[in-house]
């Protein structure tokens, strides 16, 4: 199973920007698709968004459409996820995961075996 390391958190004020990195290794990243969540104590992963294994399709939560683009650079084992427009909302610990089953991507976390040890982002109010 590939293994995932996730970067990029951090602390931004309200309508700030971040960009989160998933880097992968044991594995060559174009046989999964990949999926960023997020979550916070208490409560469960929320879907965040997901990228097919070419890049050619992609999915988000209704929560970030339109502020958040995912992408994804096979060639260097890599997955972003370009936040923009942040909100207090969008505090939460952030985990990339991996899938290499299905077709099209999931929404459901369960549908993900491989996941990164994830990164908080605080947006401060």
């Known amino acids: 199973q590939v293994q995932l390391v996730e970067s990029g958190g951090g602390l931004v004020q309200t309508g700030g920007s971040l960009r989160l990195s998933c880097a992968a290794s044991?594995?060559?990243?174009?046989?999964?698709?990949m999926a960023w969540f997020r979550q916070v104590p208490g409560k469960e992963r929320e879907f965040v968004s997901a990228?097919?294994?070419?890049?050619?399709?992609?999915i988000y939560g209704d929560s970030v459409e339109d502020r958040f683009t995912i992408s994804r650079d096979n060639a260097k084992n890599l997955v972003s996820l370009q936040m923009t427009n942040l909100k207090p909302e969008d505090t939460a610990v952030y985990f990339c995961?991996?899938?290499?089953?299905?077709?099209?991507?999931?929404?459901?976390?369960?549908?993900?075996?491989?996941w990164g040890q994830g990164t908080q982002v605080t947006v401060s109010s």
């Open positions: 995961a991996a899938d290499g089953h299905r077709t099209l991507p999931a929404r459901m976390a369960r549908e993900y075996a491989g």
């Open positions: 990228i097919t294994r070419s890049g050619g399709f992609t």
């Open positions: 044991g594995g060559t990243l174009d046989m999964y698709i």
